[in-house]
């Protein structure tokens, strides 16, 4: 009993009903680990994308690509691709900023990235409304259509989770202690990855 | 009444399907009136207006049968309290049927689940059978028995075989590595509740118009592209049954990093871990690829896309390349958790410690690896590129030599063991080493181009996959259930029931598929209701054996159920086993422990004396008296 209670860090002396608590085995916490993985997830989900690109591109080997009549905007895009890469920078502010308590940095980081995010996606919306072609227009269309619109979702998605950050944000949440920023943190490394995705996304479909 | 549905459960979430299904179709409804589409034209653009609520309604379900209830709360601010344990642990059978974050419950959820639809699954197997007892068509017409074999193969992938590791690993892995639960308890029930909308829309599909799906569980572009309704029932069936098993992989990968007990080294995990921990791998990196391939069909039907259309520009090749390239791994999803539950059992009866217990472990990273390199040997009649052929047949020539290297030191572990046969579980796990080994040597056959050039897509290829699928992962689905039976229910099944169910099934398996090897040698297409009259007699005696298969699995479902309900009551460890899980009571505690226990050394120390593996709590190595093992209450 005593020496299992040095190791419990000494609470086997109370009477406790909920769970005894975990040991934690691994310097990375839970949540962290969660969203890398989830992360790796993610990145063969966009495998699976490039790899119809690859074939739709590469095997097919149309005779131009884009094909004859379409165009693609590479320089808006490339306005766009600044945008969100921007807001990678946002969100590290924000979360150096409650590292070191500095709860007006964390709000102003969350709310810059969010509306970065936003004006990111509102561009591509009417990207796809001015650009002229359709997902229906040969295999091209497809992949593009394909590839940025599950870039699109994952910035949405991307978005949501920052909104539930900000308005805890805003609610009092969150702390310079490690575990208490977490979430800010867990979304952050999401929306890097959702930035990286789209640098590999962008030069893929409008640079090469 | 407004109590009701105020309250997270069934009337919630019935409400939420329907709302959210509403929601759906008016989305569908509006966005073809802005584009100033034609409304309700349905068939000739593939049925949004079903396969948005699709979507929709099983989400609206989940909602309101309170899945996302606490992340809600959490992501408004709200308060929220993370020790909160209302929704842990089960006191009535009630409690089997809301959400629920204990993992013992969602354990048994999951098994239960998942042998409902390896009933289903059988009785379509049944079916298949009668109608192939005869040559010509008796029973369903030719469509029909399309639908059937496709749902057959999906029903047991997607919602048995593998989900059903992911149940009995719920149930155990987290008591094996000393943790208290899993990491993300709310996931896990999320995870769990998305599986049974799956399967329902496997089955659902039979009422599409057009009938079930019927492009055989790979669902091969372009046959799935235009296919009926039904297909599109499979493709978001696999996207709820994929994230299902994404969710849960995950979970286990961030349970055994970061919760085992202090002294749960990597080596001193019971190789159940090891196997689930490499399972996950597989699933977290290989399932978004049956995901994105189903998503391009998906969108190929509804909305116009090219993808698979060759006359678009599309590759229709590139379909199978994707494909297989998650369903290649997934069938080691269906195996390395099997190996896990062998490991346990064949030491567990034999008395000995695993032989080569880290090169057990390393040969499961070892098919993880390789697992990912031999995709397009399914497609060597494909028309893929001719020089992908041979790289392909050796690297799934090479990957026998870590499968190989599992079978030896089972074999190696019964050598000069005490071999006790008293258990069921220790009976199947015998039989699953011979089944498979002559399953896995039929698929080295199959991996080398000419021979496979030669049987594809003939009955060589069903009578292959039933051996691995059914003789082993099947198998080994039955030595799980039986061996940890005691622990899950706190009683003991009925042995001379188990016997039956054993023997019937060794003679079924082998009577059945067996055979299917000659008549796939000699020509005898799959996947056809008709067949040449000279297989006749053949298929004759396979169905005869299909049905003595099938009936001893009623053997089964009757000793399960009745031994739950009225069996003697279980020790805490009626096989002496070393892992933790067998230190606590049968079923455990609601919380597992009272504390953590302390690792001390490996699992399978048997006849090591004075080897020990784990300390529970109160057990302190100045305590000389032995805790009792048998804590018989329920």
Known sequence: ?208 | MVAAIKQPGWIRGALGALLAAAFGVGLVVILRDISGLPIWQTEQTGYPHVVVPLITAPLGFLAGFGCFDYWLRWAAGMPTIPEDHSQHGAKSWKDYFRFNTDHKVIGIQYVVTTFCFFFIGGLMAMMIRAELAQPGAQIVEASTFNGLFSTHAVLMIFVFVIPVFAGLANYVLPLMIGAPDMAFPRLNALSFWMLPLAGLMFIGSFLAPGGAFDAGWTGYAPLSTGAPLGQSFFNLGVQFAGASSIATALNFLVTIITMRAPGMTFWRMPLLVWANLSTSLLVVAATPFIAGAQFMVLFDRVLGTQFFQFAGGGDVISYQHIFWFYSHPAVYIMMLPGFGIISEVISTHARKPIFGYRLMALALIGIVVLSYTVWAHHMFVAGMSSWLRVPMMFTTLLIAVPTGIKIFSWLGTLYFGKIHTYSTAMLFALAFIVTFTIGGISGVMLGMVPIDIHVSDTYFIVAHIHFVLFGGSVFTIFAGVYHWFPKMTGRMYDEKLGRVHFWGTLLGTWGTFIPMHWVGMDGMPRRVSDYAVQFGDWNLLISCFAFILGACQLVFLYNMIVSWRFGPRAGGNPWRANSIEWQVSSPPPIFNFDEIPRVVGGPYEYGVPGAKHAIMSGEGAEVSQPQPTTVGSS
């Open chain 1, 1 to 208: 009993m005593e020496s299992a209670t040095v190791a419990m860090g000494g609470h086997a002396h109370e009477e406790h009903h909920g769970p005894p608590e975990a040991h934690q085995s691994s310097r990375i916490d839970r949540q962290t680990l969660g969203i890398f993985l989830f992360i790796v997830s993610e990145i063969m989900l966009f495998g699976a994308f490039f790899a119809s690109y690859f074939f739709l591109r590469v095997v097919v080997d149309p005779p131009t690509w884009p094909p004859e009549p379409f165009e693609l905007p590479v320089a808006i895009a490339g306005v766009n691709t600044a945008i969100l890469v921007s807001s990678s920078f946002t969100i590290h502010y924000a979360l150096e900023s409650i590292r070191r308590n500095n709860r007006t940095g964390l709000k102003l980081g969350l709310v810059l990235t969010w509306l970065l995010g936003a004006t990111f996606l509102f561009i591509q919306i009417n990207e796809y409304v001015n650009i002229g072609f359709s997902a229906r227009d040969l295999g091209f269309g497809s992949i593009f259509y394909g590839l940025t619109g599950l870039h699109g979702a994952h910035v949405f998605i991307g978005l949501l989770l920052l909104s539930f950050a900000t308005i805890r944000a805003f609610r009092g949440h969150f702390g310079p202690e490690e575990k208490d920023h977490l979430g800010v943190e867990v979304p952050g490394i999401y929306w890097h990855f959702v930035d990286v995705m789209w640098i590999i996304v962008y030069t893929a479909v409008y640079i090469l």
